[in-house]
């Protein structure tokens, strides 16, 4: 479906970015430049990929880590109709993490959510990055590994500012995070929470990019750096070892599809919730919507991302114990079965519980059509808040997501992956436009990449108005579990009502921009060599181009 004829002007404060050298997207603008950076020296969309993960890992600390976990789709129109790379850089539990294990250290009704005990996979994201950069060996002679990690180093060597958003969920989160090892030592100098501008300075972390530089993105599992790692996880109480760390390898898996009206898209596979992502899409395209922003827009999203849940639910879980194809339920059949119980006049009754989590998305396109959608997370904000001694590492605790009960579908087991919440995006249209797009915001990640994309792609609005536009969250807010449905205020007042009258539980939260909602991105690269890129207002980010 094409825009309308004559949409109406933007407001400046939302006007699409532009360029046709290439264009990276992230959450902070530091990372954005770091990866433009990289690729006006003439590198791939994966190598500015490289750069903006390293630098928003020093950068934007309280949503991810070099500790964490990271997902990729890698998409390279030298292949033709193939399917884009998907890599999942997600790592899992340790060896000596099993539910008995556990039960002797005195839980066994879930995995603490803070602490040693919540540091029990392995962070995978720099094992991601290894197995992207060695996808692209055929592309072009690579730039050297030290200029990709040159902005990191740089950054947390000589400090970076302290966020609006870093500084407010310190404070949030402070009686949970202060005793964890390390955390105030690196992340509140002085031992108080550093103010909204002031420096923060990270000289371990540096020294660890620096060898990771040196040595080759394998030492963080293999060699010195890897038994520097695992000697600082002993010493804190991680069941996660050096020989987990020399185990694990990032992996190439088939991404997930589903057909559209206008574009295919892709997203990863299980254990990530990629599967909800495309399902509520597919189910949206059978709902006949005609208009963007009123009451069958947003009820017909909600109401697609109750049926998307429950089959996630059910389903979603280490690859090896799937008990169905996630693929089938994509296929045009499946879907329309399961949007038939969709009532676009009343809102089924939702009591499901939310799933927390933090994270970052970030896109980028090269001058030679090469675009990645990529995704990196620790979790919770700030994770375990371990941060490994000697390291500056702060390590996920993604782990938490299992469960110790052993009839759970997501029941904690050595060497099984948890449940993950991360998944990025990547559309490819029938007129040859390519779009990755994603957010962050946990349970809120599927519902806004399906506003953003059916804004964009389905009712022609402009990219960054598809991202600016007022957003809705079904489930959690920051630092809490609900399971309202939760509008910014900039909605029209006659649309909340209408909704409420369906049977929405409705809860306007406080801000216009809400941080609740995530921090979404998106790229376009169109046919003629335009790249478009959006940028979220809810976040520190830019759309980087040149």
């Known amino acids: 479906m094409t ?6 002007p933007e407001p400046r404060m939302i006007h699409t970015h532009t360029a046709l050298g290439g264009m ?49 789709l890698i998409h390279d129109p030298a292949q033709g ?61 690579p730039l050297p590994l030290a200029r990709l990690l040159a902005d990191a180093i ?22 949970e995070l202060r005793p964890q090892p390390g955390f105030a030592d690196t992340y509140m100098p002085g031992g108080t929470v550093p103010a909204v501008g002031s420096l923060l300075r990270q000289p371990a972390l540096a020294a660890t990019l620096q060898a990771l530089a040196q040595d080759g993105l394998d030492s963080f599992y293999r060699g010195t750096l890897a038994a520097r790692i695992a000697a600082g996880l002993a010493s804190v109480g991680s069941p996660v070892t050096a020989a987990d760390l020399a185990a694990y390898s990032a992996l190439l898996v088939a991404p997930l599809r589903v057909q559209l009206q206008e574009a295919e898209v892709f997203n990863l596979p299980p254990p990530t919730q990629g599967l909800a992502a495309l399902l509520i899409l597919g189910l949206f395209d059978r709902l006949s919507v005609q208009q963007a922003e009123g009451f069958d827009h ?51 009754p ?9 994270t970052i998305w970030m896109g ?43 009839k759970a579908l997501n029941h904690l087991q050595p060497g099984r992956k948890p449940f993950h919440t991360l998944n990025p995006s990547l559309a490819r249209f029938a007129d040859g436009r390519v779009m990755p797009y994603g957010t962050m915001g946990g349970e809120g990640q599927p519902q806004t990449q399906a506003a953003v994309y059916t804004r964009y792609a389905r009712f022609g609005q402009p990219l960054q108005q598809a991202v600016s ?38 809860e306007l939260v406080a801000d216009a921009f809400s941080d609740t909602m995530g921090h979404a991105g998106a790229l376009v690269r169109h046919p003629d060599g335009r790249i478009e890129g959006a940028f979220d207002p809810r976040s520190d980010g830019a759309a980087a181009g040149w």
């Open 81 to 141: 109709s193939a399917p884009p790379l998907a890599i999942d850089a997600c790592g899992p539990a340790a060896a000596a993490a099993d539910i008995g294990w556990y039960a002797r250290q005195g839980h066994t009704q879930a995995i603490p959510s803070r602490g040693p005990l919540a540091a029990l996979t392995v962070a995978g994201t720099v094992g991601g990055w290894a197995r992207a950069l060695a996808s692209t060996a055929g592309w072009q002679a």
């Open 350 to 358: 939702w009591p499901q519980p939310a799933a927390p989590g933090d």
């Open 154 to 175: 740089r950054h947390a060597e000589q400090g970076c500012t302290v966020s609006v958003s870093q500084h407010g969920l310190n404070h949030q989160k402070l009686a």
């Open 469 to 506: 536009a007022p957003r809705w969250l079904l489930g959690r807010t920051w630092g809490d579990v609900s399971t309202s449905l939760k509008l910014e205020p900039r909605f029209d007042p006659s649309l909340v009502s209408q909704l409420r009258a369906a049977g929405h539980t409705v």
């Open 298 to 348: 947003l009820h017909g999203l909600v109401e697609a991302t109750k049926q998307a849940f429950l089959v996630r639910d059910r389903v979603v879980t280490d690859r090896g114990r799937l008990p169905a194809d996630p693929q089938s339920y994509l296929e045009p059949g499946a879907l329309d079965a399961r949007a038939r119980p969709i009532d676009m006049q009343r809102a089924l």
């Open 24 to 72: 990276v997207v992230a959450p902070h603008h530091l990372a954005a430049q770091a990866g433009r950076d990289v690729l006006r020296d003439g590198g791939t969309a994966v190598e500015a990929m490289v750069a903006a993960a390293a630098t928003i890992a020093v950068v934007y600390p309280h949503m991810n880590a070099i500790g964490g976990d990271g997902f990729w």
């Open 364 to 406: 980028a396109i090269d001058g030679q059509g090469r675009a990645v959608s990529f995704i990196q997370s620790v979790y919770w904000e700030w994770g375990s808040g371990v941060v490994v001694p000697d390291t500056g590492i702060c390590w996920q605790n993604r782990g938490i997501s299992f469960a110790l009960d052993p």
């Open 3 to 8: 825009a309308p004829p004559n949409p109406a």
